[in-house]
């Protein structure tokens, strides 16, 4: 949809748009093996790190700088240094990082909750060098062989901050995502981050686990699955996923996934006693009111879904709107500017961001 690989006619890179030129990648499987290979793509000094050397040699021909262990990552002074490797694996990896990383890299990573992370980060010391990121991107495989640079095609990235956050290492990471990777982002705190993903992807992980355990302990399930077709698919497709990955995706966001499963189980609790109370199409009754009210509830989702599609369809860029930060409040302009439901294209300066405008639904 975007195309970040060069500034507006007629107007000069600032300065910030090359800040993050060598970038450092700790994990190359699925997320940080795609990334890697999207930023080579794009003109960045890429080294990747990863607990074994077995996908050094593919990386290698893709144009990936590799070390042998993680402190040479970080000795190599990297502008960003990405942490793209699973969650449990954090308290280790920033212990080893700790007395090496250099005070100029900015520190990020990929993972899917964000205030955990920083909770971590902050516990091992490097708390002033760390901005949250979580690109939404992916997939069920996992692993280098099924990395792909297309992956972060036109991706969205949330990043995360707090009042703590030095502002010129959000540019730097925020460089890294639309100039070097050529993608979007919004920034918000690490709470609105963990109850929004918890919604849109944690809970529904779980979901979709539920309803393929259902077909599998169907005694129909050969005829049923010859049946799926396309909802089948697109509900379960991330049940595919490694159910130890997708647990621990789950427990590390846990009270907000499980307010969230007693949300949808009070709501389809309802829709069952309504369905076992006999509603109809041609009379009028109170569980059929309902049932009528529950699938008109979504209309706003329908509505905004469709006015997306119209923007990915059109032929025409929308036209960009502008975002003015202050040194005081940057970290809740950024958030009221997600809230709005716009997302960032570039920045300008480092001041002035150039964003999409918000969909109306």
């Not at 956050?165 to 639309?178: E, G, K, P």
């Not at 799926?228 to 130890?244: C, F, Q």
Request: contains cysteine; proline residues 5%.
């Amino acid at each position: 949809m975007v195309d970040n690989m060069h500034p507006l006619p007629g107007m000069a890179p600032s300065p910030i748009l090359t800040s993050a030129h060598k970038i450092g990648i700790a994990g190359l499987g699925l997320i940080g093996g795609s990334l890697a290979e999207r930023l080579v793509q794009r003109g960045r000094y890429v080294i990747g790190w990863n607990h074994n050397s077995k996908p050094y040699e593919s990386a290698q021909a893709k144009g990936i700088h590799t070390v042998d262990t993680l402190e040479e990552l970080a000795q190599g002074k990297p502008d960003v240094l990405i942490l793209a490797t699973p969650l449990a694996a954090m308290p280790v990896m920033l212990e080893r990082l700790s007395p090496v990383l250099p005070k100029a890299t900015t520190l990020t990573d990929v993972g899917s909750v964000k205030g955990q992370v920083r909770e971590q980060v902050v516990a091992a010391g490097l708390g002033s060098q760390y901005i949250g990121a979580h690109p939404m991107t992916g997939n069920e495989r996992s692993g280098f062989a099924a990395a792909d640079p297309e992956l972060f095609a036109d991706a969205l990235w949330a990043l995360s901050v707090d009042e703590h956050s030095d502002m010129s290492r959000f540019l730097t990471v925020a460089d890294m995502v639309t100039q070097g990777a050529g993608n979007r982002l919004i920034c918000v705190d690490d709470a609105i981050h963990d109850r929004c993903a918890a919604l849109i992807s944690h809970m529904p992980h779980v979901v979709a686990t539920a309803l393929a355990s259902l077909l599998a302990a169907s005694p129909e399930r050969q005829v049923a699955a010859a049946l799926s077709a396309g909802s089948w698919r697109d509900m379960t497709r991330v049940s595919l996923t490694d159910p130890k990955r997708t647990q621990a995706m789950v427990v590390e966001d846990s009270s907000n996934v499980a307010a969230l499963l007693r949300q949808l189980s009070t709501k389809l609790e309802r829709i069952a006693g309504d369905l076992e109370n006999g509603v109809s199409l041609t009379q009028a009754s109170e569980s059929s009111q309902e049932l009528a009210a529950f699938f008109a509830s979504a209309q706003p989702f329908r509505n905004y879904k469709t006015a997306q599609n119209e923007r990915q369809t059109c032929a025409r860029m929308p036209e960009l709107e502008s975002l003015s930060l202050s040194d005081e409040n940057w970290q809740q302009e950024l958030a009221d500017s997600a809230r709005r439901g716009q997302q960032i294209v570039r920045f300008l300066t480092t001041h002035e961001a150039q964003v999409l405008p918000a969909l109306s639904w």
